[in-house]
């Protein structure tokens, strides 16, 4: 594809972070939102009026067989996002897939060995490698400015019932391990630029009626002896978020989204590090650039792989704790 050709995307997924990803694309040069996928195709239709997008359908097996989409973005349900990807791939679509990939490690290898079948261009929505704030601590890190000795990170909502990011209800149940500490157990590997040898993990009880845990905590270790500490819960009564503080051997800095300071609560202008300050839309702008340059991307399928196994072999020790 050259650079000057439009990139046809279909949107699946009319709830938050479909919308998140419909506002990013709207910013990017050379970029159609062709079509969005809903649960239904009034709300479908709905969606596509509010955002500009050209049309609305109800499946996404329909946005599959038409040729004016080259590519999509999978902002669904996580238990449909591993078999969605695969068919996303075998249709012949380039393909962005929301975090996390999958919620088990077998769905995560079918997802890889599809993308390796095509040698189409498959991403994962990992926003914290995207995110300024934490690029720009990677930034001095490779510039052998800033050495991690350990992250300590909190991930904190109120999710008592399955509501999703904007506190409406939804049909699914979300999860503080293949989800939530995905975007964890991927950052520490990716700022430290070593992998995870030890993983340990420890969970509160079961809720009764949504049949996960609503508070966990879990230990890291990288080759390189930085250790991470992650505390998660959804039984949290605000304030709501992930909250990262990096120490290091030259200083500690606490990044929140796209908020930067230091550990005496200086800012840091975090908003020269790239194009724009949205992690959304930065990781829009690669999934873009590299089915134009035919490259593999920044959290292609095969870099996110190892946060899959980490949480898997969480899962097994969990299990065999219960």
Known sequence: MSAQQTVRIALAGGGAF??????????????EVAVVVSDTLDSARKFAVEHGIGRGV?????????DEVDAVILATPTPLHAGQTIACLEAGKH???????ADSLADAEACLAAQQRTGLVAMVGHTRRFNPSHQWIRRRIRAGEFRIQQMDVQTYFMRRTNLN??????????????????????????QTGSPIVRANAIQGPIHPELGIAMDMSIQLRAASGAICTLSLSFNNNGPFGTFFRYIGDTGTYLARYDDLVTGEDEPIDVSGV???????ELQDREFVAAIREGREPNASLAQVLPCYRTLHALEQQLTAAD
Request: hydrophobic residues 45%; glycine residues 6%; aromatic residues 4%.
């Open 18 to 31: 479909g919308a998140k990803h419909a506002a990013a694309l709207r910013r990017i040069d050379g970029v």
């Open 58 to 66: 109800a499946t996404l097996d329909e946005a599959l067989a038409t």
């Open 95 to 101: 393909v962005q897939t929301e975090i996390p990939l």
């Open 165 to 190: 990011a904007l506190g409406q209800p939804r049909s699914w149940t979300d999860h503080l391990l293949w989800h939530h500490a995905a975007h964890t157990v991927d950052l520490f590997a990716h």
């Open 274 to 280: 790239d194009v724009t300050t949205d992690g959304i």
